[in-house]
């Protein structure tokens, strides 16, 4: 082909191409917005299920402030008091132990013949005894036989019904076992247990009438100094 027929032939094509008719410019780009009015609905539970999950989580932290900011129990008022009532009877620098974590049922206001929670300090060897006790006396004759845990500092108990049942390593240290003869009343064993254990050069025990084992190693490793 020729330049000359080149360029007649491009002349027809520009020619050509004017007399083509467009479509309306809406339907330039259709499938872009079919898309975009397809995403809208989406878009729109989108938004309402994060709005949903806002709400929820509002609410918890309401009802968390509301849990936090509530009046304290009778038995934490009580228990509070009574501890702080052994602190100050002892002077500053004697560790005083104190459990955050004990079991429910152990946190309860006791009446009658187990009153709890019930706090001694013995000024006179430093050291000091706290009682959670729980419902009635196992048997009516022992005033000492209510389902119980016990803290006592510079006390070590002898009787020759505790049995040797092993070492523990807790607190930094090795945490002497001993276990007691199982009281049976209705129809439930309760099993004597006593930690001892030595602590910033002092004795300290920690026994239970009721426990199993990974409750009282557990409110073992609860125990902080108190001021």
Same mark, same amino acid.
């Given at each position: 082909?020729?330049?000359? /027929?080149?360029?007649? *032939? ?8 004017? #007399?083509? +008719? =467009? &479509? ?48 304290? /129990?009778?038995?934490? *008022? ?8 052994? #602190?100050? +009877? =002892? &002077? ?136």
């Amino acid at each position: 082909m020729t330049a000359a /027929s080149e360029e007649s *032939v491009g002349r027809a094509l520009a020619v050509g191409a004017t #007399r083509i +008719a =467009l &479509p309306p410019e809406s339907r330039w780009i259709p499938e872009s917005r079919a898309r975009s009015g397809a995403l809208a609905p989406l878009t729109a539970v989108a938004a309402a299920i994060l709005i949903v999950i806002a709400g929820m989580q509002l609410n918890a932290v309401r009802e968390q402030r509301s849990a936090v900011g509530g009046p304290p /129990s009778a038995f934490k *008022v009580a228990d509070d008091a009574e501890w702080a009532r052994v #602190r100050a +009877a =002892l &002077p500053a620098d004697v560790v005083v132990l104190r459990p955050t974590w004990i079991p429910a049922e152990f946190a309860e206001v006791g009446v009658s013949d187990c009153p709890t929670p019930l706090g001694v300090a013995a000024v006179s060897d430093r050291g000091y005894t706290f009682n959670y006790r729980k419902g009635k006396l196992l048997t009516p004759e022992n005033a000492n036989s209510c389902p119980k845990i016990e803290i006592k500092r510079n006390a070590y108990q002898v009787s020759t019904q505790l049995v040797e049942s092993g070492f523990v390593n807790e607190r930094g240290t090795t945490v002497r076992v001993r276990t007691g003869p199982v009281v049976f009343r209705n129809a439930k064993a309760y099993q004597l247990i006593y930690l001892n254990w030595v602590e910033d050069g002092t004795q300290f025990e920690l026994s239970s009438l009721d426990l199993e084992m990974a409750e009282i190693l557990r409110v073992l490793r609860s125990l902080e100094p108190i001021k």
